[in-house]
């Protein structure tokens, strides 16, 4: 039966592996939209107060950083941190429930392409964060002036940043055995790089050894390149950035296929 699943699936025309593709994706769209009191509400509260506490309250004592006024320095560190939690929670929230109920099993001995499964995630995840991203930008308009310097590496470091944090969802959901254990890494791992990652300061003011150590942190390369897309300044090399998010992507990508493929971790 398996051998007949296999070669089901390599008969699939492309046309069957888009529909199968576009089925998943628009389901995690509108799983997203249902539930918008609980994915799209919270991040925009949040980073409201972000920007009346930080910019408002702090930034008129802090003054100018990086040759721009503090409010504008941390925007686009803002707007990149409510891409890598969304981008991230989204998927492994998803992906984790479909093995909870185990109707990912019912998927997986289907004739899908993994390739289209993992895709049909992703996607959901890459939605969530541009969704957010949107949002949080329109609400940063009412404290400050925003302006793009560098199309090209702002897309391109919105994309592969949510891309990246997407796969990584999805990773730690198939990993994953309770509930539990999909916040962990969120708690543990992506809150305190992300506030050491150059959100609220500039690498200028940390003293030589820190600035060595900020730079083993990878999520210091991803805020820089978007903060150099919007405001032309970064404390990085920005194309040594985006090779980086370009290279993580794609090993990202082969360790969820892989997972996906192999089917070892998706029954509880």
């Not at 994915?39 to 408002?56: A, D, H, Q, R, W």
């Amino acid at each position: 039966m398996s051998q007949e699943i296999v070669d089901h699936n390599k008969s699939m025309s492309w046309h069957k592996k888009g529909v199968a593709f576009r089925t998943i994706c628009l389901k995690e769209i509108r799983r997203i939209l249902r539930i918008w009191p609980q994915t799209l509400l919270p991040p925009v509260i949040t980073m409201s107060l972000y920007f009346v506490i930080f910019g408002k309250m702090i930034g008129s004592r802090v003054g100018e950083m990086g040759g721009v006024p503090y409010m504008q320095f941390i925007v686009p560190g803002l707007i990149m941190m409510s891409i890598i939690t969304n981008s991230y929670s989204n998927v492994v929230s998803s992906f984790f429930s479909a093995k909870f109920t185990a109707s990912i099993e019912e998927l997986l001995v289907s004739p899908v392409s993994k390739h289209a499964i993992l895709m049909g995630y992703i996607s959901g995840g890459i939605f969530r964060g541009l969704a957010i991203a949107v949002i949080v930008s329109i609400v940063a308009l009412f404290f400050t002036d925003l302006g793009i310097e560098h199309l090209f590496v702002t897309i391109f470091t919105v994309l592969g940043t949510s891309i990246l944090f997407s796969l990584g969802g999805f990773i730690n959901a198939v990993f994953a055995r309770s509930f539990d254990d999909i916040s962990i890494i969120p708690s543990f791992v992506l809150t305190p790089l992300t506030y050491l990652g150059g959100v609220f300061y500039s690498m200028e003011n940390l003293s030589p050894f820190w600035q060595n150590i900020s730079l083993l942190n990878p999520i210091v390369y991803m805020v820089n390149a978007f903060r150099y897309g919007i405001l032309g300044y970064s404390d990085v090399n920005v194309w040594y950035s985006m090779v980086a998010i370009f290279i993580f992507c794609v090993i990202f990508y082969v360790i969820a296929y892989r997972l996906l493929d192999s089917g070892s971790r998706i029954r509880l």
